[in-house]
């Protein structure tokens, strides 16, 4: 099987770093936030359009509330694409030295967590349930010295978990060659 290196750039990349993989969250996780935003806000427009609208007769008022109404709906759909947006977003990157979680916003938002390969203590992936098992989505946790990182919706875990878990080995041992060769 011939290892096939990501040739891209991010900021906080160390020099002698190398991304090998990177994946995104489930579509269910976009999914879910859409169907919680349009759940909420379908119905308080309907509500609107049913009692401010629909009750007026042709008058400047109904024609303003129309206006409203159309603003309102504008403004869910474009809510609607900045969550899907926010879903291409995040995304977790796999060096040969660490995993970083990214958590990217549109607006003003962008958080990273890094755990080092040499933190991680232990790693697990998980799929409990019938849809994540039908879905095939899950979590993986780095458990480190005092706390532990957990991601979830995450597609086919175990098979990311067998790929983290094989380049992590492959740091230790070039890191465990190198002091051995550095104490002799």
Do not use: C
């Amino acid at each position: 099987m011939v290892k096939k290196e990501i040739d891209t750039k991010f900021s906080g990349m160390h020099s002698d770093e190398k991304v090998v993989f990177f994946f995104r969250h489930h579509f269910i996780n976009t999914l879910l936030k859409l169907l919680r935003f349009i759940l909420v806000w379908v119905p308080v427009l309907l509500v609107f359009f049913t009692f401010f609208i629909v009750g007026l007769r042709e008058s400047t008022e109904r024609k303003i509330l129309l206006v409203l109404f159309s603003v309102g709906i504008f403004f869910i759909v474009h809510g609607g694409f900045l969550i899907i947006l926010d879903g291409f977003l995040d995304a977790v990157i796999i060096t040969n030295k660490r995993v970083i979680h990214l958590k990217k916003s549109i607006f003003l938002n962008e958080l990273s967590d890094e755990t080092k390969f040499e933190n991680i203590q232990n790693i697990t992936a998980e799929k409990k349930g019938f849809m994540r098992n039908l879905l095939k989505y899950g979590s993986i946790t780095f458990y480190l010295y005092n706390k532990q990182n957990r991601i979830d919706f995450i597609h086919r875990p175990v098979r990311q978990f067998n790929r983290i878990a094989r380049i992590r080995e492959e740091y230790m041992l070039s890191k465990n060659l190198e002091e051995s060769s550095a104490q002799s």
